[in-house]
């Protein structure tokens, strides 16, 4: 018996064109023809967007520049066909052969030597197709085709109405104007399988305080006979096992391990190891493996000092130690997020480091981060707070209570502890972004967070408590009595994890320092300030747009109205801006002197508060201001700086 094979589509020469709807599979009525493409076949890198092999190609413009995103849209309403011929020598031995796409941006079919073997309608959950019985001698051709995606998911709507799988911030947000990524995210992968594989493999870690050794749950699903275990640190052997296929399937605990504790950023080192599963036969021969990288920390969460005896724990005790949770909400680096490479990770994510984050919230409006970025994050010590994939809409922000839609849900969420749970960076689940009922129980009029009385919720509880024991779930960040935090309640135990404010709050300094003096909150999982960015950026983008005034009046600075501040700035100085320059000058120094209040003083206070995360940390898109820290070109804003002074100073 001959061992799994494993072929990475990456390598092929991928073409993509573009039909009008259905039309790639019709026949013309009149003439009797197939139908060709209305946007004629270009190369396509795949993992990639239709947008980017376009724009590669000539066909459109640079959607960063002016107002040209808006030329961009027209891709919606065409379909798109990803081909490739896979090698003939890929298939000499007749055995199983598995089309394995990890990630599919958004709904389609998979056609493969002209029969339809599969449809694809969820972009956050992995698919996988038998192409075995479709198999030619010579010339097998493959085509992934995404159909028309959903017309609407973007920031103002309705949560529980939205029911089509696709990340949401493309269709627009407060920081991104609309660019409908469609394509293929992930890796797309061929199996050969000779009858044995592994066909999953997991794995949870946990660090002994008492012994300073570590623990290693390990389970599967194996069709062969035999497994072997191998924990290593580099050459290293610290335990292995050869288990049976059924006891690989019921689980092993290894305790006592000699490993080193993981520590996040700035509290100390980040080893890791490598466990590996080996699938052999009788006679030794190994036909798959299966490896993971793991690290070992323990995590306790305690309540915050003062709070209410019914609040829920804010303090993060890493390996015995309180740790204030200080970082930046990760939302997705380009809209076409196919197209990105593990280098556009490691370089921000390097800079976060040197900043002193160790945390990061990823945001509930995107997607599961890919696995570049978990790897980074463990090997940096950036703990993560991953959301699952929901998110608020503004008229109305509630989870959704159907049945198929709650069932689609935990399997996304299932799919997503799958991925990523031995990763020795994650801390936390989260069901995500701003759930909330709305003012109701509120003399304010903030909203409430949703419970974990939802049914939703209760099922997502559920299922991390099965699947991934011992971690954290939380129903919403916020969470807790109240959605923000408004001073005429501080006092009265009602502001758990918060979000906001996103400015001042008030409208001048002493209005902001009489906030944050009287602030109870237990946590701030989101707060910020906007500041322009770079009077370069803005030029540079501008696309022979007027870059100023900064007002509605101009469609430049219109798109991302929500931070537009130049009449604070007249009302402040007293006359206009004589410059662009000077108006990011100011502007710039306004987010600085907001953020580093707000974050001095949820240090000062710790351990009354576990921890603040700002709102956002970097620019998707080259936004003339915004509430991010880090601007599109990749450089530190000075509310940065200050904010990472604050952040290592204080930092144990």
Same mark, same amino acid.
């Given at each position: 018996?001959?061992?799994?094979?494993?072929?990475?589509?990456?390598?092929?020469?991928?073409?993509?064109?573009?039909?009008?709807?259905?039309?790639?599979?019709?026949?013309?009525?009149?003439?009797?023809?197939?139908?060709?493409?209305?946007?004629?076949?270009?190369?396509?890198?795949?993992?990639?967007?239709?947008?980017?092999?376009?724009?590669?190609?000539?066909?459109?413009?640079?959607?960063?520049?002016?107002?040209? =995103?808006?030329?961009?849209?027209?891709?919606?309403?065409?379909?798109?066909?990803?081909?490739?011929?896979?090698?003939?020598?890929?298939?000499?031995?007749?055995?199983?052969?598995?089309?394995?796409?990890?990630?599919?941006?958004?709904?389609?079919?998979?056609?493969?030597?002209?029969?339809?073997?599969?449809?694809?309608?969820?972009?956050?959950?992995?698919?996988?197709?038998?192409?075995?019985?479709?198999?030619?001698?010579?010339?097998?051709?493959?085509?992934?085709?995404?159909?028309?995606?959903?017309?609407?998911?973007? +920031? $103002?709507?309705?949560?529980?109405?939205?029911?089509?799988?696709?990340?949401?911030?493309?269709?627009?947000?407060?920081?991104?104007?609309?660019?409908?990524?469609?394509?293929?995210?992930?890796?797309?992968?061929?199996?050969?399988?000779?009858?044995?594989?592994?066909?999953?493999?997991?794995?949870?870690?946990?660090?002994?305080?008492?012994?300073?050794?570590?623990?290693?749950?390990?389970?599967?699903?194996?069709?062969?006979?035999?497994?072997?275990?191998?924990?290593?640190?580099?050459?290293?052997?610290?335990?292995?096992?050869?288990?049976?296929?059924?006891?690989?399937?019921?689980?092993?605990?290894?305790?006592?391990?000699?490993?080193?504790?993981?520590?996040?950023?700035?509290?100390?080192?980040?080893?890791?190891?490598?466990?590996?599963?080996?699938? *052999?036969?009788?006679?030794?021969?190994?036909?798959?493996?299966?490896?993971?990288?793991?690290?070992?920390?323990?995590?306790?969460?305690?309540?915050?000092?003062?709070?209410? $005896?019914?609040?829920?724990?804010?303090?993060?005790?890493?390996?015995?130690?309180?740790?204030?949770?200080?970082? @930046?909400?990760?939302?997705? @680096?380009?809209?076409?997020?196919?197209?990105?490479?593990?280098?556009?990770?490691?370089?921000?994510?390097?800079?976060?480091?040197?900043?002193?984050?160790?945390?990061?919230?990823?945001?509930?409006?995107?997607?599961?981060?890919?696995?570049?970025?978990?790897?980074?994050?463990?090997?940096?010590? @950036?703990?993560?707070? +991953?959301?699952?994939?929901?998110?608020?809409?503004?008229?109305?922000?509630?989870?959704?209570?159907?049945?198929?839609?709650?069932?689609?849900?935990?399997?996304?969420?299932?799919?997503?502890?799958?991925?990523?749970?031995?990763?020795?960076?994650?801390?936390?689940?989260?069901?995500?972004?701003?759930?909330?009922?709305?003012?109701?129980?509120?003399?304010?009029?903030?909203?409430?967070?949703?419970?974990?009385?939802?049914?939703?919720? +209760?099922?997502?509880?559920?299922?991390?408590?099965?699947?991934?024991?011992?971690?954290?779930?939380?129903?919403? =960040?916020?969470?807790?009595?109240?959605?923000?935090?408004?001073?005429?309640?501080?006092?009265?135990?009602?502001?758990?994890?918060? *979000?906001?404010?996103?400015?001042?709050?008030?409208?001048?300094?002493?209005?902001?320092?009489?906030?944050?003096?009287?602030?109870?909150?237990?946590?701030?999982?989101?707060?910020?300030?906007?500041?322009?960015?770079?009077?370069?950026?803005?030029?540079?983008?501008?696309?022979?747009?007027?870059?100023?005034?900064?007002?509605?009046? =101009?469609?430049?600075?219109?798109?991302?109205?929500?931070?537009?501040?130049?009449?604070?700035?007249?009302?402040?100085?007293?006359?206009?801006?004589?410059?662009?320059?000077?108006?990011?000058?100011?502007?710039?120094?306004?987010?600085?002197?907001?953020?580093?209040?707000?974050?001095?003083?949820?240090?000062?206070?710790?351990?009354?508060?576990?921890?603040?995360?700002?709102?956002?940390?970097?620019?998707?898109?080259?936004?003339?201001?915004?509430?991010?820290?880090?601007?599109?070109?990749?450089?530190?804003?000075?509310?940065?700086?200050?904010?990472?002074?604050?952040?290592?100073?204080?930092?144990?």
């Amino acid at each position: 018996m001959s061992a799994k094979k494993t072929y990475n589509l990456v390598e092929l020469a991928w073409t993509v064109s573009g039909y009008l709807p259905t039309a790639w599979m019709a026949k013309s009525m009149e003439l009797g023809f197939i139908m060709e493409p209305e946007i004629p076949a270009v190369p396509v890198q795949v993992p990639g967007s239709v947008q980017g092999a376009l724009r590669a190609a000539g066909v459109l413009p640079d959607w960063f520049v002016g107002l040209n =995103s808006r030329d961009c849209e027209w891709i919606e309403h065409r379909e798109w066909m990803f081909t490739a011929i896979l090698p003939d020598e890929w298939f000499t031995d007749g055995s199983r052969v598995v089309l394995n796409c990890d990630g599919l941006d958004g709904n389609g079919v998979v056609v493969f030597n002209s029969k339809q073997v599969g449809t694809f309608n969820n972009a956050f959950i992995p698919y996988q197709f038998d192409l075995t019985d479709d198999v030619h001698p010579t010339e097998n051709k493959l085509h992934l085709i995404f159909e028309l995606p959903p017309r609407w998911l973007g +920031q $103002i709507g309705y949560t529980s109405q939205m029911k089509d799988w696709k990340p949401r911030f493309n269709y627009t947000w407060d920081w991104i104007p609309r660019i409908v990524q469609i394509g293929p995210w992930e890796p797309v992968t061929v199996q050969i399988i000779n009858d044995a594989e592994i066909e999953s493999f997991r794995c949870r870690s946990d660090y002994d305080l008492a012994t300073a050794t570590g623990t290693l749950w390990l389970k599967g699903t194996a069709t062969g006979d035999m497994v072997s275990l191998t924990l290593r640190d580099g050459e290293t052997i610290l335990r292995s096992a050869v288990l049976s296929a059924h006891e690989f399937a019921t689980g092993v605990e290894w305790s006592a391990l000699p490993v080193a504790a993981w520590w996040p950023n700035g509290t100390g080192s980040q080893p890791l190891y490598t466990i590996t599963a080996e699938l *052999h036969d009788n006679n030794a021969t190994c036909l798959d493996v299966e490896q993971r990288t793991i690290g070992f920390k323990h995590i306790d969460w305690q309540a915050c000092a003062g709070a209410p $005896i019914d609040a829920d724990p804010w303090i993060c005790v890493v390996n015995g130690q309180p740790l204030f949770l200080q970082g @930046i909400d990760w939302t997705p @680096i380009l809209p076409t997020f196919a197209d990105l490479t593990e280098e556009h990770y490691q370089k921000l994510i390097e800079q976060y480091v040197a900043l002193g984050c160790n945390i990061f919230r990823v945001w509930g409006g995107a997607y599961l981060e890919k696995e570049w970025f978990y790897q980074l994050c463990d090997k940096h010590g @950036i703990l993560v707070w +991953q959301e699952f994939s929901l998110c608020s809409s503004g008229h109305e922000n509630w989870p959704h209570e159907d049945e198929p839609s709650m069932d689609t849900l935990v399997q996304i969420a299932e799919s997503y502890i799958i991925r990523r749970q031995h990763h020795a960076a994650l801390l936390m689940w989260c069901g995500g972004n701003e759930l909330q009922e709305g003012t109701k129980g509120s003399k304010t009029g903030v909203g409430i967070p949703v419970t974990m009385d939802h049914p939703l919720m +209760q099922r997502w509880q559920d299922l991390v408590t099965r699947e991934d024991p011992g971690r954290r779930f939380m129903p919403s =960040s916020a969470s807790g009595p109240r959605f923000i935090a408004d001073m005429k309640e501080f006092g009265q135990g009602l502001n758990w994890d918060v *979000h906001g404010p996103w400015n001042g709050p008030g409208e001048n300094p002493e209005d902001w320092a009489a906030y944050w003096q009287q602030d109870d909150a237990l946590f701030r999982s989101e707060t910020g300030a906007p500041g322009a960015c770079g009077a370069d950026i803005i030029r540079h983008y501008a696309g022979g747009l007027a870059v100023a005034p900064g007002t509605m009046d =101009s469609p430049l600075w219109r798109r991302f109205y929500w931070w537009l501040e130049w009449d604070v700035f007249i009302k402040e100085q007293g006359h206009e801006p004589e410059s662009l320059e000077e108006y990011v000058m100011w502007s710039q120094a306004r987010q600085t002197t907001i953020l580093s209040l707000a974050v001095g003083s949820c240090k000062t206070r710790f351990p009354g508060i576990g921890g603040v995360i700002l709102w956002m940390g970097h620019d998707s898109f080259p936004c003339a201001t915004n509430t991010s820290i880090i601007d599109f070109w990749g450089r530190p804003k000075p509310a940065a700086l200050a904010v990472a002074k604050i952040f290592r100073n204080q930092q144990k």
